[in-house]
């Protein structure tokens, strides 16, 4: 058993309906159709929703966000319409929500992968594949790949494991056409993002995307992209492969929640315990502070 420790219950705005609480994001509908998506502070690992927040986490994944969706913008839409807050919508909102299209989504977790670490290297370990894709021999922790790789999953409900699938499975359940657009999209956005964050000494080690149709039929970038949420960033100068990499994401929530200092057990049916303040103000220095290398901006 998984999920969210104490689910929240989301704020009722006048003019928009509430269509769902995701492990970060509050989704609501408007009188238009448009979406509108709110991004919490919410920390998840582990397929559990934390009790604890980590200040100023959405706003950093949403400016983040619309930060890489200008960088992509020659080379795929996405799927943002305005930053301006909904009448009557809490000031507290300010910074973290955007109005969308509403898109007709792609279930497939669009996952790149550059180097090899997480699930991949678990699969690597067992067949030295990942996702059906034959790699070299002698590959280890952090090694980077002869080419990025497209290794989808299929989206799992909260609390719920994403699964890792071949891209045959993908055609299979979308179609060839759909399937194609997919694995080209995510290669092409990861290559352009990998290169951009390697100039600034980030290197980005995989990361997932989410697509959707919308009504002319064109395929849309959508969700979050290219956040330490979505993606594992690693500090460059500190690269070594054969062992885990420092990070820039929430890697150290993961760490923390997996020593004795946590006293808790990931394969128990109890909820996390609550992170200390030490590890809330370490986690939010590491999403700013990756904000502020890849952005080139001070965070405020």
Excluded at 34 to 42: E, G, K, N, P, T
């Amino acid at each position: 058993m998984s999920g969210f420790v104490e689910k929240p219950e989301p704020v009722q705005v006048p003019g928009l309906v509430h269509l769902h609480t995701g492990k970060v994001r509050e989704l609501y509908q408007n009188d238009a159709g448009d979406l509108i998506m709110v991004a919490s502070d919410r920390m998840s690992a582990y397929d559990w929703v934390l009790p604890t927040p980590i200040p100023d986490k959405g706003r950093v994944l949403t400016q983040l966000s619309l930060w890489w969706f200008d960088q992509l913008a020659d080379l795929m839409p996405n799927h943002v319409l305005s930053t301006e807050l909904p009448a009557g919508a809490p000031a507290d909102w300010a910074g973290r929500t955007l109005v969308c299209k509403s898109l007709e989504m792609v279930p497939v977790e669009c996952v790149a992968r550059g180097y090899l670490t997480g699930s991949g290297l678990l699969e690597y370990n067992k067949t030295r594949t990942v996702c059906g894709l034959a790699l070299p021999h002698g590959l280890e922790d952090g090694s980077e790949l002869p080419a990025p790789i497209f290794t989808p999953a299929t989206k799992a409900a909260v609390g719920e494991h994403d699964e890792n699938v071949s891209y045959e499975e993908v055609a299979r359940q979308v179609g060839a056409e759909t399937a194609a657009q997919l694995r080209q999209s995510t290669l092409a956005v990861y290559s352009r993002a990998r290169d951009i964050a390697r100039e600034r000494g980030i290197i980005l080690a995989d990361t997932k995307f989410e697509f959707g149709f919308d009504r002319e039929g064109t395929l849309v970038l959508a969700d979050e992209v290219l956040t330490p949420d979505s993606s594992r960033f690693w500090p460059a100068d500190q690269w070594q492969p054969g062992r885990a990499q420092p990070s820039y994401d929430k890697q150290f929530v993961r760490d923390w929640l997996t020593s004795e200092a946590s006293g808790w057990d990931r394969k128990s049916e109890q909820p996390p315990p609550f992170l200390p303040e030490e590890v809330v103000a370490a986690t939010r220095a590491k999403y700013i502070e990756a904000f502020e290398l890849l952005t080139g901006t001070p965070w405020s």
